[in-house]
């Protein structure tokens, strides 16, 4: 059921259809009776080749510009954080305008280029038609990088590899989660 969903929602998400991705995530957690973690993990996996950058810093008219690459997945976590919040029947709301924003925020660096269409394009005042190709897939799947050191440190280093273009250490680097599991925080993930 899993792999179905996940295809589903790749689709979707490709075709940058905001309304059917909702409906299918709201359809595993609502209809389906998915766990919440479950759906997140599978819509989390439909988008995250999507929404990289080749780099968090691009340089155009001789301005500095800083690139978000995992807004989306961050959306996603902010409105996880904001449910237990809400009235019992209203839960799902942030979740699911979370999920409504994925197809918008595909390939973003492409987007601030003109290249690709989606929310970036639109705030920078282009009008992009939709492409006949799907987004920039710009880095592949790779084991993550432990970092040594306190989570300060392991923080440190990160910023330093996202500053510096080391791209590859900026996405794979397990930064703030330690083998334990436990956040910046101290609190356990679960």
């Known amino acids: 059921m899993a792999d179905r ?5 790749t ?6 259809d905001q309304p059917r991705t909702t409906d299918l995530f709201h359809q595993m957690v ?3 009776g998915r766990a919440l973690s479950d759906a997140l993990d599978v819509v989390t996996r439909a988008e995250a080749p999507f929404v990289q950058v080749p780099s968090h810093i ?3 008219d001789g301005q500095i510009t800083l690139i978000n ?3 989306t997945i961050l959306g996603l976590r902010a409105a996880l954080n904001l449910a237990p919040f809400l009235p019992e029947r209203y839960r799902l709301l942030p979740l699911l305008q979370g999920v409504w924003y994925i197809p918008a925020g595909l390939d973003i660096w492409n987007q601030l280029l003109g290249k690709y ?3 970036y394009a639109t705030m920078k005042g282009m009008n992009v038609p939709p492409p006949s190709y799907g987004p920039v897939v710009w880095h592949q799947e790779q084991a993550p990088i432990t970092e040594e050191g306190t989570v300060e440190e392991r923080l440190h280093a990160h910023m330093i590899a ?3 273009g080391d791209v590859r250490r900026a996405y794979a680097s397990s930064w703030v989660w330690p083998p334990t599991r436990r956040s910046a925080r101290g609190c356990a993930i679960t």
Request: glycine share 4%; proline share 4%.
């Open 5 to 9: 969903s996940f295809a589903l929602l």
């Open 11 to 16: 689709e979707a998400i490709l075709e940058r």
């Open 30 to 32: 609502a209809r389906e």
């Open 58 to 60: 691009n340089v155009r």
């Open 69 to 71: 690459n995992d807004h």
């Open 117 to 119: 269409p989606g929310r």
């Open 162 to 164: 996202t500053m510096s």
